[in-house]
């Protein structure tokens, strides 16, 4: 019988239909709203495909859908092109049906034409968009009508086609052409169209028009120049004209003469038309019907700057006229008395232009746009022209000046005034570096003949400066400063942007970005010693924003006591404090300092605020850029010996709406973590995916896997132990161990078939840690309170661990050497310099029991007992594991158990009888206990967002490897003095490539991916996984939410 599976959380697509019940096509309120509005669009780089489809399965396996359905999948998918990007295929077939029609039209003509170029995330997105839209039967249907809809009627002239496309949808081609004063013509012939579409139609007729009209004007030329030629001109008797030509002056005449074809119903407007001209005589645009209607006069619509500029000379024009009638004499005289208007000629003359053109933009507009004060303009612009970086500055004399990029304000104090007070202007500027990479005087040496790339990725970039450029504010540990970028443009496809752009900056060499000071995101700046104290410290976001905040305000205020101070060194001069009195106190009107102002006045200092949120923001993107060479030093540590835990500690950091989760790391036996992830379910099923990874990553690099493991749970076969009856434990008969209960622990299979024998290694050896037994023990006990508790904890404590009688007679000797009596050592020198041993199972059982017996039914004065009910069970539980030898030592050899130290002089006596060995214990998990009491350390706060989680939970980790290897302190073992994963891995690659070996050798991992997940990007079998939305601090949180309809 066939099961049907409900989904509840299974969502259909919900179209919008008219009265009649067919689709709409236009867009929904939300959809204009969003096209309309630029702000709302998201502008953020496109995800890939992978990474699309990651997230939809995860969305629809949240809400309950169903992840076999690729219908429902596709749904969720987030388109990442045009002006709905960022939304899921399912919004855009409820909200603008439409715009899924002219994708797939415009795809259908590309693929015709063969122009279609599957290419890259937005291609990618644009072929599963149409793909999960034509699974629909209403989309298939609509176009099906579409296409079959009768079409428009073939047109007797060509030109009387419809544009039926954009604005002018309407029109007919003669129109567009009659119209191309108005620049749409133009347009269109700048497009680069699809072979076969209405716009290059369009194109085509455009172009044809225009070399007609070129042809038509140069035969026309040609023709005049041969009449006159052939017909000497004569000069009509008119004393007016004579008059009027010789008073202007020689100097009007400007400018090159060209033809302007003038026909007869233009310039017959007092005198009626006669002849077969005026019968000839119709006009298309400005050009003539027949050569034979119209006459040709000199005009000066390219030369003369007064008509481009819109201010006409009235007197230069007329001289134009007046030169053009000694060439034409047959133009009658009546003509002649019109032309000579000024009004008349200027609307003949003037092209389709706006008269008063905007104004030539200078530099000033530049200025405008740039977000600081006054003054720190006019000093940022003054160093730019010094350094003839500036439009028109002159070049620099001294190359001193442009070998470096920063550029510090002058000292304040040390300007002379004169007869004026100090400005507070001087005491308010910030410095600022210099970033333009085009410029060949400043970074020729850097650029050499490198192209610099295009910000849309053209083969042949022909990049130029196209500004000059603007400030950025940039947020420091000690201050603010000005990161001054310029603006760039391509040559070829005409995209313009500023060097600051994030996604540019990626496209450029290591030794251009490594010499910013600074952190560029998609909206601030931050500078790398502000990102680096935050990663280093390890500081909430809160914290670092607070220090911050603080020591701006410290440099603030100590500008604005300069600033008095200053003041009051030339009033007290001024006054005779000094021995003599200066005379610029009587020159100087105002005796009073201006005031300073306040911290965020932005005529002023202008300072700016860095809030908790931005930093956020700052060490996501910064653990984004660290992503990839922390997981691959993580990929690259290994071990002999395994230490795994599971802890909450850390994980009641995190919630979620599948409950809590818990952190389960493995440590090697120098105490560096190996693996560390997130499960949902502390099983072994959910532990699977891990070991694999681990295994992987052993057989790539052909590393012997690890023999040993120490666990804190499931260390051998199951078994059940039933319930004691109520009174049972009063009976001591029922705790001890009979020869019936020693067969049954050990009769039957003892190993386990836990993740690490099964997916790791079959051989590997699994121990319980000597910790977790102790504490279930302890857990036991009434109260830690109990007056027989620290008794209880000591005797447990010597019957597990049994001291190396040998090393402990050394350390006797030792202590004799030194002149210590008596000699009893003391606990810590006896667990730093001596071995200790979990004896076998039989001794361990009889110690153990002991101890259980010799407080059984102990209780303090009040008759409290020591033991719960409990303790009962849990003593034989635990009497399983001794049995079983899950935490007697092995019998091995080697550096296993423990990891010799060095030695060390007792007491600091020298001579070789005070010398003494340090071990430090290998097996349990004691030392994992601390490092779970860390991490709770790094991750910040009481609960925080996913993302900032697994940011800070992977930096931290891998600073904490970092520091163990610091700790070993090996002979020949060259570290770095500060860690940063991707700095560390760019200078040993460049080194291997320049020098032959990497700087750091021990910090040098393969390129090879593993393919492993740490922390919340587990992923376990059978649970949902956890998404981790590294753009969602990039979109507005004014943006409305989309209506899931069910």
């Not at 019998?891 to 009888?913: C, P, S």
Request: with cysteine; proline share 7%; aromatic share 10%.
């Amino acid at each position: 019988m066939k099961v049907k599976v409900i989904f509840p959380g299974k969502i259909k697509v919900c179209f919008r239909k008219g009265p009649t019940g067919y689709l709409r096509q236009d867009p929904s309120d939300e959809a204009k709203r969003i096209k309309d509005n630029p702000n709302l669009q998201d502008k953020s780089s496109p995800q890939s495909e992978d990474k699309v489809k990651e997230n939809a399965h995860s969305v629809v396996f949240m809400r309950g859908g169903d992840v076999s359905d690729r219908q429902e999948v596709l749904g969720e998918y987030v388109l990442q092109f045009g002006k709905y990007k960022g939304k899921s295929f399912r919004w855009l077939l409820e909200n603008d049906v439409g715009y899924t029609i002219f994708l797939t039209k415009k795809v259908e003509e590309e693929e015709r034409a063969g122009q279609f170029k599957p290419e890259g995330p937005k291609k990618d997105s644009l072929l599963s968009f149409l793909e999960y839209s034509r699974s629909f039967q209403e989309i298939e249907d609509l176009i099906k009508y579409l296409a079959g809809r009768s079409v428009a009627p073939p047109v007797r002239n060509e030109e009387d086609n419809l544009v039926g496309f954009g604005i002018n949808a309407d029109k007919t081609w003669r129109d567009i052409w009659e119209s191309r004063a108005d620049g749409y013509a133009a347009f269109i012939l700048k497009k680069q169209c699809v072979p076969g579409s209405k716009m290059y139609r369009l194109q085509q007729y455009l172009t044809q028009k225009k070399s007609q009209l070129q042809s038509v004007s140069a035969e026309l030329a040609s023709a005049g120049l041969a009449a006159s030629a052939s017909h000497p001109p004569e000069m009509e008797d008119d004393e007016e004209l004579e008059r009027m030509m010789l008073s202007i002056s020689p100097s009007k005449l400007q400018g090159q003469l060209t033809l302007l074809p003038v026909t007869s119903a233009q310039y017959t407007a007092s005198t009626p038309p006669s002849g077969p001209s005026a019968a000839a005589g119709q006009s298309f645009s400005g050009l003539p019907a027949a050569s034979t209607g119209c006459r040709y006069l000199p005009t000066c619509f390219s030369s003369p700057p007064s008509l481009q500029t819109g201010g006409v000379n009235p007197q230069s024009l007329t001289f134009m006229v007046l030169t053009s009638l000694v060439w034409y004499p047959k133009i009658p005289k009546t003509t002649v008395n019109s032309l000579l208007s000024v009004k008349n000629l200027t609307e003949e003359c003037t092209p389709a232009h706006p008269r008063n053109p905007p104004p030539q933009l200078s530099y000033d507009h530049d200025i405008r746009q740039w977000k600081c004060s006054q003054q720190q303009k006019i000093w940022m612009k003054t160093e730019l022209e010094s350094m003839s970086l500036w439009p028109g500055s002159i070049p620099v004399s001294n190359p001193m000046k442009i070998v470096s990029l920063w550029r510090l304000p002058p000292q304040p104090e040390l300007m002379d005034t004169i007869t004026d007070l100090p400005s507070p202007k001087y005491f308010q500027l910030h410095a600022f570096f210099i970033w333009k990479p085009e410029n060949d005087t400043l970074m020729a040496r850097l650029r050499y003949n490198y192209a610099l790339p295009c910000m849309e990725d053209c083969r042949q970039p022909q990049v130029t400066s196209a500004g000059v450029g603007r400030p950025r504010v940039i947020a420091g540990i000690t201050g603010q400063y000005y990161l001054f970028s310029s603006r760039l443009c391509c040559k070829v496809c005409k995209k313009k942007w500023y060097t600051d752009n994030p996604q540019w900056l990626e496209k450029l060499p290591k030794r251009f970005t490594n010499l910013l000071p600074a952190v560029l995101t998609y909206k601030k700046a931050i500078c790398k010693s502000l990102l680096d104290e935050l990663r280093h410290t390890g500081k909430a976001p809160t914290d670092m924003a607070n220090q911050v905040m603080e020591m701006m305000h410290l440099k603030y205020e100590r500008a604005h006591l300069a600033y008095l101070l200053s003041c009051q060194n030339i009033i007290d001069a001024e006054a005779g404090k000094y021995g003599q009195k200066s005379i610029t106190g009587f020159l100087r009107k105002k005796t009073q300092p201006v005031p300073f102002g306040e911290y965020d006045d932005p005529s002023g200092w202008n300072g700016i605020a860095v809030s908790a949120h931005y930093l956020t923001d700052c060490l996501l993107y910064e653990y984004q850029r660290q992503e990839g060479a922390i997981k691959k030093l993580l990929q690259g540590t290994f071990g002999q010996a395994f230490r795994s835990d599971h802890t909450r500690k850390v994980a009641r950091k995190v919630t979620f709406t599948s409950g809590t989760m818990s952190s389960y790391a493995i440590m090697n036996e120098t105490w560096m973590i190996i693996s560390w992830v997130m499960v949902q379910s502390e099983t072994d099923k959910s532990l699977e995916p891990m070991y694999r990874g681990l295994a992987n990553r052993y057989r790539m690099a052909e590393m012997e896997k690890a023999h040993y493991q120490w666990v804190d749970r499931d260390c051998c076969a199951p078994f059940r132990v039933p319930d004691p009856h109520k009174t049972e434990h009063l009976n001591w008969e029922a705790w001890q161990t009979t020869d019936d209960i020693i067969a049954e622990a050990t009769s039957r299979s003892l190993q386990n078939t836990c993740a690490s024998r099964s997916h790791f290694n079959q051989h590997i050896t699994i121990k319980l840690d000597l910790f977790h037994c102790m504490r279930r023990f302890l857990r036991e006990c009434v109260t830690e309170n109990h007056a027989l508790y620290s008794s209880f904890c000591q005797f447990l404590s010597a019957a597990f661990s049994v001291v190396d009688q040998e090393h402990l007679q050394k350390l006797k000797d030792a202590y004799t050497f030194c002149g210590i009596q008596p000699a009893n050592p003391t606990k810590q020198h006896i667990r730093n310099h001596c071995r200790t041993k979990i004896p076998q199972p039989g001794e361990l059982l009889r110690r153990v029991e002991d101890v259980i017996h010799h407080f059984h039914l102990a209780a303090d004065p009040n008759g409290v007992p020591l033991y719960k009910s409990s303790m009962l069970k849990a003593w034989r539980i635990q009497r399983v594991h001794i049995l079983r030898g899950c935490l007697s030592d092995l019998e091995v050899a080697g550096e296993i158990l423990y990891r010799h130290g060095g030695t060390l002089q007792l007491n600091h006596v020298q001579g070789e009888g005070a010398k003494v060995p340090v071990w430090i214990p290998i097996r349990g998990t004691s030392q994992q206990e601390g490092y779970h009491f860390h991490q709770a350390q790094w991750v910040t706060g009481t609960l925080v967002s996913s993302e900032l989680f697994q940011a800070q939970g992977m930096t931290g980790m891998t600073r904490w490897n970092f520091q163990r290897l610091v700790d070993l302190k090996q002979p020949g073992f060259q570290l770095p003095g500060a860690f940063e994963p991707s700095l560390i891995a760019d200078l040993n690659t460049v080194s291997e490539r320049l020098l032959g070996m990497p700087k750091y050798p021990a910090l040098w991992v393969s390129n090879r991916d593993t393919g492993e997940r740490f922390g919340l990007e587990y992923v376990e079998p059978g649970c949902r996984p956890v998404v981790l939305d590294w753009e969602k601090h990039k979109t507005k949180t004014t943006q409305p939410k989309p209506k899931i309809i069910p």
